[in-house]
């Protein structure tokens, strides 16, 4: 299932906005596309762990996560509250 989760990232002064697309399907693995770095990438943990202690799962399939637009870098760890929704979204844990 394809969900759509917006958020925001700041550079100095000026906000944009920051589309999370979540796709969750068959199979293994944590694929994180669209100019993020290493704070983002290593989300997946944060994210997990903060899942499984408010009664959630990290679901055991494919999750493939883009963040748009491309051409802007993703910085630090403000993603990972839209990255979580956007999980749970995708996989019916919320509405």
């Keep these: ?39 983002v990438r290593e989300s997946s943990f944060r994210i997990s762990a903060a899942l499984n202690n408010n009664n959630y799962k990290l679901p055991g399939k494919k999750i493939i996560i883009n963040m748009a637009p491309a051409d802007i870098r993703k910085e630090g760890a403000s993603y990972d509250l839209t990255l979580a929704i956007g999980i749970l979204a995708a996989s019916n844990q919320i509405k």
Excluded at 12 to 23: C, F, S
Aim: proline share 3%.
């Design 1 to 39: 299932m394809l969900v759509k989760v917006y958020g925001s990232a700041v550079f100095g002064i000026e906000a944009t906005t920051i589309i999370v697309e979540v796709n969750i399907d068959k199979g293994i693995g944590y694929h994180l596309v669209g100019l993020p770095d290493n704070a």
